[in-house]
């Protein structure tokens, strides 16, 4: 890399770290870094691991960073604090780690600069990530995850193994979704030229952090007698029935809003260019689906867990918007208005709904749309705080 090449990854990192900072005070002033709906039982169970005898929460004791993190480095902040800090960490590390593996696919700073965009001012970021709750976590290491094994897919060494399968661990200990992204390099195997004996050898390597990860928190979580076996199987008890694909048509709508234009038109510029664009695109955007996809092992559709497709989904509107970008002249306009939208468009989402429960309001309508409009409206305000 020449002395220009490295000025200008420095000033894109400012870029970065500035747009970072500039969203985390507009979120701030229009919501706050306020309490969610799980928060009280990742606050009780910050408590429990400080010593403190507060009421006993026993999923949450199968994903302690959180609490670990809070009872040790933490310790000075109250359990509120804690979880914010950790998450504001966790969303600069999404910020960079976003930016080296779009950029590393895609072969464009300008894609992988508008990924970024749009992922910090993602819906389910200003809904669930950026508050008081532990998602932000899970996103940080699947992502990780992800970047991790596609460099070892270009450069094949261990190392990326191994820091890629300690991710996964780390997933588990946040949220069980952190570490689906051991999905995506189980397709990389898949697609590796290597013989069999070789792949099994590679995935020897990755799983061998993890699965010992694993043995110890399922281990510890015998002192509340519940396993994550145990936690899938009464959580499909209890949501099963909200597994429709009205919620899911409408959760997706929610999560992604009008990206969903940008999105169908990268798919188009995809499949149109499907014979000129780089190998690495194809193999990315292959490998990623199924992790993408993994919330469907989830009894209940939101946009937190819906969230997780968004390494899949972002990057393809991204393409979408460069490729009017690199059209030149006043496309360039139509660019940046494309990414003034997508970035805005969430803020104004999160703004009009609040935190309405809007799938409870359309089934008490009886998914009548006039019913559940005129019932939203007459009671936004009730809606302005979280229930």
């Known amino acids: 890399m020449s002395w220009k090449e490295k000025i200008i990854e420095k000033k894109l990192y400012i870029l970065l770290f500035g747009v970072g900072i500039l969203n985390l005070i507009v979120f701030w002033y229009f919501f706050g870094f306020h309490n969610n709906n799980d928060t009280d039982s990742f606050i009780w169970t910050i408590e429990r691991y400080r010593g403190i005898d507060s009421p006993l929460y026993t999923t949450r004791f199968l994903n302690p960073f959180y609490p670990i993190i809070a009872a ?16 504001i960490a966790f969303y600069f590390g999404l910020i960079f780690f976003t930016f080296k593996l779009i950029e590393s696919v895609f072969k464009s700073k300008f894609t992988a600069l508008v990924s970024v965009f749009i992922l910090i001012s993602a819906y389910p970021m200003l809904r669930y990530a950026l508050t008081q709750v532990q998602d932000i976590g ?63 050898v590679y995935f020897l390597k990755f799983s061998l952090l993890p699965f010992i990860i694993l043995l110890i928190n399922q281990y510890q979580a015998r002192r509340v007698n519940y396993n994550s076996a145990q936690w899938f199987v009464d959580n499909w008890k209890m949501f099963g029935h909200e597994f429709t694909l009205f919620k899911w048509l409408g959760v997706n709508a929610t999560t992604y809003n009008v990206l969903w234009l940008f999105i169908l038109l990268g798919v188009i510029l995809l499949v149109k260019n499907r014979k000129t664009i780089d190998a690495d695109i194809k193999v990315y955007l292959l490998a990623v689906v199924p992790a993408s996809f993994c919330y469907f092992a989830w009894p209940i559709f939101i946009a937190r867990t819906v969230f997780i497709s968004a390494w899949l989904c972002i990057p393809i509107a991204a393409y979408a918007i460069n490729a009017v970008w690199i059209k030149g002249n006043k496309y360039k306009y139509v660019a940046c208005a494309m990414i003034v939208v997508a970035v805005v468009m969430p803020y104004v989402l999160q703004y009009t709904l609040r935190y309405a429960h809007l799938f409870m309001i359309i089934e008490n309508c009886n998914k009548s749309i006039s019913c559940s409009w005129s019932y939203f409206w007459e009671n936004r305000e009730n809606f302005s705080k979280l229930k």
């Open 72 to 87: 040790t480095i933490l310790r000075w902040a109250s359990p509120a604090l804690s979880i914010i800090i950790i998450n």
């Open 138 to 200: 899970g996103y940080f290491w699947f992502l990780l995850t992800i970047y991790m094994s596609w460099q070892w897919w270009k450069q094949k060494q261990d190392v990326y193994l191994f820091i890629g399968g300690l991710a996964v661990g780390m997933g588990m200990l946040v949220k069980e979704s952190g570490a689906m992204g051991a999905l995506f390099i189980a397709v990389l195997f898949l697609l590796d030229k290597s013989s069999i004996k070789q792949k099994l």
